[in-house]
């Protein structure tokens, strides 16, 4: 099966970087995932990384080391608007469900 | 507008009382799957479907059935309601199961069996 673990919350200040770290165990690897949610809405795609490196996309980067299995979500210029939670997730192999980690709750203060 | 719709967005009901949850997306997505989000837990998939017709067991299938007939539908049903599956339910569909394919969901529906 697989696993997936992340911080349940982190803050951080108007303006500011915030890391969001995500390390996993599967039998296989097809992939990680990101996705955003905020209160009372549904989740919604980030980002998608296959292969090592970092990943960007405007104020939101995401990195993958597929060698540790370990990724994580950067926030660059943190805005009121990001607080939310953040879930990463991952597929052992194609065809195959995708499994979500339990979401790390960002909150962002002035 | 593309979307994934579920239908009721909010349902109080009694326990052992059949109810369906319906979903509809419109984007001619082959996957589709369900998952109930509880605080805590994040989100845990009960059921998904490859294409139609083929239906698989997702991470706590139980009390839980769903069909699809058609490309666009995947209702999920509760046979007899019972208070441990008050939760939150999201659909969703992507083009397929390839890890690349982000996923649609829905607006979400707040179930809460009595």
């Known amino acids: 099966g697989q696993s997936l673990e992340q911080p349940s919350e982190v803050t951080a200040v108007e303006g500011a970087i915030v890391q969001i770290n995500c390390t996993y165990q599967?039998?296989?690897?097809?992939?990680l995932s990101w996705y955003q949610q905020h209160d009372g809405g549904a989740p919604t795609f980030l980002s998608y990384?296959?292969?090592?490196g970092l990943e960007e996309t405007g104020r939101f980067s995401s990195f993958l080391s597929r060698s540790d299995s370990y990724g994580y979500l950067l926030l660059q210029e943190l805005q009121m608007k990001d607080s939310a939670s953040y879930f990463c997730a991952v597929r052992d192999r194609g065809n195959t469900p995708l499994v979500f980690g339990k979401g790390t709750r960002l909150s962002v203060i002035a | 507008e593309a979307q994934v719709t579920q239908n009721p967005r909010y349902l109080i009901t009694v326990t052992g009382k059949k109810l369906t949850v319906t979903c509809s997306q419109n984007m001619n997505h082959e996957y589709m799957s369900w998952y109930r989000q509880d605080p805590g837990l994040g989100l845990r998939q009960i059921y998904y479907s490859m294409n139609v017709e083929v239906t698989d067991k997702g991470d706590v299938p139980e009390g839980y059935k769903v069909s699809r007939k058609e490309k666009r539908n995947f209702p999920l049903i509760l046979e007899s309601p019972s208070p441990n599956q008050t939760s939150l339910y999201f659909c969703?569909?992507?083009?397929?199961?390839?890890?690349?394919?982000?996923?649609?969901f829905g607006d979400g529906t707040r179930l809460s069996i009595l």
């Open positions: 599967t039998s296989g690897f097809y992939g």
């Open positions: 969703a569909s992507s083009y397929s199961s390839g890890g690349n394919q982000p996923q649609h």
């Open positions: 990384n296959a292969l090592d």
